[in-house]
């Protein structure tokens, strides 16, 4: 049998364990406030885009499996969109605002993260990186993002996340001809 003093170690690692993995969940902004910073002038109604034929097939390949919607919602104002979309970092979905202005990331937000680590991609330090970032003809980011050690799922779901809003964004200027 172990000393107390040994077991008391064990149990305090173990609780601070349990604090850790329950504190990377939270709520940080709602899709609602998100919208509101992004268009403070007023939020506009939202629109939707239907994810079909070629435009389903990119989407596919993107995200290496099929979105779960047939259509995404999006909000459009003076040549910028918004996009509140969410992917499974590991086993949860991560819930992102992503606003799109000419083809360029203006911001991106984790909005929502259910994971129990991996949080770190909510920082600035994290998702000013996708600040200016377009895509390339391959549906690439034009840039490189860096891997956060112990968050790879989470960098990966947000880089395919990113990747979609920018693809989705040129679909709707394609849309709207502009």
Known sequence: MMPLPMR????????????????????????????????????????????????RRAVKEILGHRYPALRVRYWRRDGRTAFILEEI???????????????????????????????????????RQFEGARLDEAHRLDRDIDNISGATLSVRAMKKLARLALLLERAVRDREGK
């Not at 902004?29 to 070629?54: C, H, M, N, R, Y």
């Not at 086993?91 to 990331?105: A, F, S, W, Y």
């Open 8 to 55: 008391l170690a064990v149990l305090f690692a173990l609780l601070l364990t349990a604090v850790a993995a329950v504190h990377a969940r939270g709520t940080y902004q709602t899709p609602q406030a998100f919208l509101e910073e992004s268009f403070p002038e007023g939020v506009p109604a939202p629109k939707i885009l239907w994810l079909k034929g070629d435009l």
């Open 89 to 127: 970092g590991k086993e949860e979905p991560i819930t992102t605002g992503i606003l799109v202005r000419d083809g360029r990331i203006e911001r991106i937000r984790v909005l929502i993260f259910r994971e129990s680590r991996g949080d770190e991609v909510r920082h600035d330090f994290f998702t």
